[in-house]
């Protein structure tokens, strides 16, 4: 049996923000791109996560690739807001 690549993904506006996603999990491509951008290959992102199918990894990982711009720039907004909020949360436990 043939798996068309585009039926592995899904993206819902209710399930992880409407992020694209591994279908029938809430693993997101942001995750696995993270994972990826950590130095994990695909096999060790499959076997952090072994209900995925190493092709669902690469499928993701293929969907990352191709608009790896964008994904990046959202990536590096996430992690400036968590920063952010560390930073403010780390302020306020300050008893100066």
Known sequence: MTVALDTMLASIPDICGGRIRIDGTRITVHRIATLYKQGQSAEEVAQTYPHLSLGQVYAALAYYHANRAEIDSE??????????????????????
Request: a negative charge; hydrophobic letters at 25%.
């Open 75 to 96: 990536l590096a907004a996430t992690d400036a807001h968590y920063d952010e909020l560390r930073s403010e949360s780390v302020g306020q436990s300050d008893p100066s």
